[in-house]
């Protein structure tokens, strides 16, 4: 079971990620890193709005796994039958 908003914000939060780095790498970061810093607001922001619904989301919570049932011993079987 998939949440929209999760994919959505988490589609969100990796472009932002991408355009950061972009912005990192680029040539104009070495004469003005005032673009990286905005873009880096951006990008957490996205984090957070992203972490912040995967705490209440309903998709997020894992039902406890079960252990694979095991057979019996032979002596409990005949007891039981």
Do not use: D, F, K
């Amino acid at each position: 079971m998939g949440c929209l908003v999760c994919a959505s914000l988490e589609q969100a939060y990796l472009a932002r990620l991408s355009e950061y780095i972009e912005a990192r790498s680029s040539v104009c970061y070495r004469v003005s890193t005032r673009l990286a810093a905005q873009l880096n607001v951006e990008m957490e922001r996205a984090r957070y709005e992203l972490e912040e619904h995967q705490s209440g989301c309903v998709s997020i919570v894992r039902m406890p796994v079960l252990l694979p049932q095991r057979e019996a011993p032979a002596t409990l079987r005949t007891l039981a039958a």
